[in-house]
């Protein structure tokens, strides 16, 4: 395993959401399983978490709310809203036609 | 997120703060217990934590911007926070507020000025659509002058592009009554006027059609006269008052804000009182003569000024065609529609357009101080932003913080200089010259209120912008670092202050040339000779009125006992009256000298001409070359004589006696009799000072057949003239006790007056460039004073080791010559390109003159170097001991 990667300009919005798809989460536990998933590739950095997060919020892809965690600590969850889960359908698609026209150009170029 | 929702935000601040805190608090956590469960101790478990988190305040930072209870908060915060920095230094904020307030002052009174003449619409319905139209004839060098009278009737009745089309016409008026006759100025107006302009009178009514005839003897009184001669009393209308001995019933009254015509629709004053235009017969039948009739017209909806001037050129062509062929050659009459803005404001726009630009030039430099005080100031305050930038200000942040302070100095500079603005304003209205327009409407008002304060953020901006810049690129590290020592500034800092000097120096010095060509036209101005001798000489203009007197008889009678009265006054050396005085006026008489070829390259021959009587010459001051003066054998009887001026005699007669010459009115053709010339006396400015000389004749008031019934009175004093005002009028008045007596004035008061523009132009710039040269000097006295205080270590140093005061002196002084230097030859070179947008306000002095150049170049040298001299001694009292230790 590599160094781990930088996330693409973009992406990490796309990989806050589909992590949401699956269940509500604050924002520790975002950048865990981000990173558990992309098996250490993809390392997210605080920095740009938090901000994300907000900017999410603030667009209404994403409502927060406060929950109980694991063990039972106060933590902010976020959830997807319908207008984010259609984003991420959207996004997705994007994302699939980008990865496959790279690999085309790729596959052509070798 | 809807600004309801964040502006809902802004009042959960605190508990927002709370929530982002918690949260991050929450991730932080969760990190160090992972870390503890990899092994790590507490303590390690932590700091790792931390560190991978980032820097949490930056963070929170980030953050709450996104989660919008910033902008609002922030700008209150900035700006509260930005009092109390300005507050901590009060020395810095009186200087930058004071230095703003000036150049903001300065260009709002400008601009009140501006807005008021130039820019403001005419105070006239749909002002847009209205024109002036004039004619041309060649015999009056085709400039455009007003229209003949039959003239104004084909106007009327041929164009098609015009709603209506009326003339006017100035004229003077005796109004007796209560207290002492006084001549007031009298506009006859065609009855369309008033609803041409859009304006009806705020008591009694209009002109009707039928009273544009003669035989109609009505008034309608300006609000001012109404005021000052019937103390407003509404009853007047219907009643009659007394205009030159004539009756006439007052109709109506015209509101206060109405005022015509304006500086620039015709010569002369503003009516004081309006009447019947109601041309006379004789009038109607002077084709092709006595252009003498202003014309307004106001556009038909959609017309073009090009098709409006098509139109009246041709109705023009058609009027030539009914000239006898001729006239018709000769005359060549044409017409144009000028719009009226231009015919009123087009003479002064260039002069204001340049004064505003002046103005802005001294705001510019004000900025530039500004900009550098600030600058140095953001080397005091280095550490404390490098603090910011590491406890997590943004950048951004940082520099809006800034704005906010620069903003708060524009403000407070704008409002003081409201203030000034106001004074300055006052001061300069009432300086203000008689050939400026509409100042009257000069002030205060919302549209000045929102350019100054158009003007304060657009100083913040052009003096905070750069300071703001190079203080958020702080380095932190080595700032930090730095300890207890003052920071130093790097390189492309002092770059910045010194470009900043140079263009301040290079801006003063445009100024200043321009004010030195003003002040060396003037002095030419000054030195010129008016050729007669102002002093002790009292002039007074009497015209009496044709129902009194109408036998010529009588009006030679009245000027004969009158001059007789006025010799006897004791006081009094010498008596006379001429038809028109020195620097007022003069009419254009075409004549034919008998055998002389006229130069070449002219057609017709032109001159000025008096009819003079007593010993007007001789009480004026004109000098006699040749023959002599008219005297008491100069009779109806005796031969018609005449007197020229040195410059006609030269041009007609050049090395010839020209006493026994002989010379004509009218073209080669006119069946004038011959006028003998009897004398040479010397040349006398008869326009404005400034204008070229213009040949002119004289002739023996006994000679005429038609004696003038206006004549102007001199009287010349043995002492002070004015002393002799009184018993000048008891005279007249002796003779008519209902004779207005106009004008009376000392020769002296006419020149400055002929002089007034120009010394107000003058006055103005020479004050801007003053304060642009004070500003500049403070600029570099601040430059060089910083420098020197930055590096007393280094110059202790250099004298530890052993340089000479003079050394160190020549150095520092010897850094504010370069600057000095480079701003000179910048300004020299923009003053190059600048200054022939004064030619017209120049008099003998070319825009590029030498003189000027190089005397203001060194005056501002002197006071620059004057200003790196200060600093400069300090740096010389630098005791190296102490500079060392000091570190």
């Known amino acids: 395993m590599g160094k781990p990667a930088d996330l693409l300009q973009g992406t990490l919005d796309l990989l806050i959401l589909k992590t949401l798809k699956l269940q509500p989460m604050h924002g520790w536990g975002i950048s865990q399983r981000i990173q558990q998933i992309s098996e250490d590739v993809l390392r997210v950095q605080q920095g740009s978490l938090y901000p994300a997060l907000y900017r999410l919020e603030n667009q209404g892809l994403i409502v927060a709310g406060w929950g109980a965690s694991e063990n039972n600590r106060r933590a902010r969850f976020y959830r997807l809203t319908a207008k984010g889960r259609k984003r991420l359908e959207a996004e997705e698609s994007n994302w699939e036609r980008l990865a496959a026209a790279i690999a085309q150009v790729l596959a052509a170029t070798s | ?887």
Not at chain 2, 437 to 446: E, F, S
Not at chain 2, 818 to 839: P, S
């Open chain 2, 1 to 887: 997120m809807s600004t309801i929702k964040r502006f809902a935000r802004l009042f959960g601040r605190e508990q927002l703060e709370h929530e982002l805190s918690d949260e991050l608090r929450f991730h932080v956590e969760q990190q160090t217990a992972l870390n503890i469960q990899k092994g790590m101790t507490a303590e390690e478990a932590r700091f790792a934590a931390l560190r991978a988190f980032g820097g949490v305040e930056q963070i929170k930072e980030e953050s709450r911007d996104l989660r919008g209870i910033r902008i609002l908060n922030d700008l209150i915060q900035d700006l509260r926070y930005g009092l109390r920095t300005l507050a901590k230094s009060p020395g810095f904020t009186a200087v930058a507020v004071l230095t703003l307030a000036l150049g903001i002052g300065a260009n709002t009174a400008i601009f009140s000025v501006v807005n008021a003449v130039v820019l403001r619409p005419l105070p006239y319905k749909d002002p847009y659509r209205l024109v002036m139209v004039k004619e041309s004839i060649l015999l009056a060098g085709a400039e455009p002058i007003p229209v003949c009278a039959p003239d104004v009737i084909q106007f009327q009745r041929q164009n098609q592009v015009f709603e209506s089309v009326a003339a006017f016409r100035g004229g003077q008026f005796d109004l007796a009554g209560e207290g002492e006759p006084e001549r007031i100025t009298a506009e006859r107006v065609n009855a369309g006027l008033f609803s041409l302009l859009g304006v009806q009178p705020m008591l009694g009514r209009a002109f009707t059609t039928d009273e544009d005839q003669p035989g109609h003897p009505i008034a309608i009184l300006t609000y001012a006269l109404w005021k000052r001669r019937f103390g407003a009393d509404p009853g007047v209308i219907g009643r009659t008052m007394t205009l030159d001995r004539q009756p006439y019933t007052v109709i109506g009254i015209m509101p206060g804000s109405f005022s015509f015509p304006l500086q620039g629709m015709e010569q002369g004053h503003t009516a004081d009182i309006f009447v019947p235009m109601a041309f006379t017969r004789e009038e109607l039948a002077d084709e092709g003569d006595n252009f003498n009739y202003s014309v307004l017209a106001r556009l038909k909806p959609g017309i073009s000024l090009a098709s409006a001037n098509a139109d009246v050129e041709a109705v023009a062509y058609r009027i030539l065609q009914t000239y006898p062929p001729q006239f018709r050659d000769r005359i060549k009459l044409s017409a144009v529609a000028l719009p009226l803005s231009s015919q009123v404001v087009g003479k002064v726009r260039t002069l204001l357009l340049l004064l505003l630009g002046a103005v802005g030039f001294v705001l510019l430099i004000a900025c530039a101080n500004v900009a550098n005080l600030l600058l140095s100031r953001a080397a005091h305050r280095q550490r404390e932003i490098a603090v910011r930038l590491a406890l997590g200000a943004g950048r951004a942040r940082l520099l809006r913080q800034l704005a906010a302070e620069n903003l708060l100095l524009a403000l407070a500079g704008a409002g003081l200089g409201l203030l000034l603005a106001f004074g300055i304003l006052r001061g300069m209205v009432a300086r203000m010259p008689a050939n400026i327009p509409r100042v009257n409407a000069i002030g205060m008002n919302l549209t000045v209120l929102a350019f100054t304060l158009a003007l304060a953020g657009f100083t913040a901006l052009l003096f905070g912008l750069a300071p703001a810049l190079a203080a958020s690129r702080a380095d932190l590290q080595s700032t930090l670092k730095e300890g207890g020592r003052s920071a130093q500034q790097g390189p492309q800092h002092h770059r910045l202050r010194s470009a900043l000097v140079v263009g301040e120096v290079a801006l003063s010095l445009v100024l200043l040339v321009g004010a030195g060509l003003l002040v060396r036209s003037f002095e030419r101005v000054l030195a010129t000779q008016p050729g007669f001798q102002p002093e002790h000489v009292l002039t007074a203009s009497l015209s009496l009125p044709e129902a009194q007197y109408k036998e010529v008889q009588k009006i030679r009678d009245f000027y004969r006992e009158l001059m007789a009265e006025l010799e006897q006054l004791p006081g009094v050396t010498a008596v006379g009256a001429s038809t028109d005085l020195p620097l007022q006026a003069g009419w254009n008489h075409i004549f034919t000298p008998e055998r002389s070829q006229p130069p070449p390259g002219t057609g017709l021959n032109f001159c000025w001409h008096s009819v003079i009587l007593g010993d007007y010459l001789q009480t004026m001051g004109v000098p006699l070359l040749r023959g002599r003066y008219f005297n008491e054998q100069d009779t109806p009887a005796s031969a018609p004589v005449l007197l020229v001026s040195e410059s006609l005699a030269k041009r007609y007669w050049p090395n010839q006696d020209p006493i026994g010459k002989r010379l004509k009115w009218g073209p080669p053709e006119s069946n004038d009799p011959w006028l003998t010339i009897v004398g040479v006396v010397g040349d006398v400015k008869q326009g404005p000072l400034d204008a070229p000389t213009i040949q002119h004749t004289y002739e023996p008031y006994a000679q005429r057949n038609v004696p003038a019934s206006s004549l102007n009175v001199a009287l010349r004093a043995a002492g002070g003239p004015t002393s002799l005002a009184a018993s000048l009028r008891a005279a007249v008045w002796r003779l008519d006790r209902q004779l207005a007596v106009a004008q009376v004035r000392a020769m002296d008061e006419v020149i400055s007056e002929s002089t007034a523009p120009r010394r107000f132009t003058l006055y103005l710039l020479a004050a801007f460039a003053a304060l642009a040269v004070v500003l500049a000097a403070i600029g570099i006295y601040g430059v060089i004073s910083y420098s020197v205080a930055q590096r007393t270590h280094e110059i202790g140093i250099r004298m530890a080791l052993g340089a000479q005061r003079g050394d160190v002196l020549r150095q520092v002084v010897g850094q504010g010559l370069h600057l000095l230097g480079a701003g000179v030859l910048i300004g020299v070179v923009g003053a190059l390109a600048l200054t022939r947008f004064l030619l017209s306000l120049l008099y003998e002095v070319r825009p590029n003159d030498p003189l000027t150049f190089i005397s203001v170049s060194l005056i501002l040298t002197s006071v620059a170097l004057l200003a790196c001299y200060i600093p400069a001694r300090r740096a010389t009292k630098v005791d190296p001991m102490n500079a060392l230790r000091y570190e």
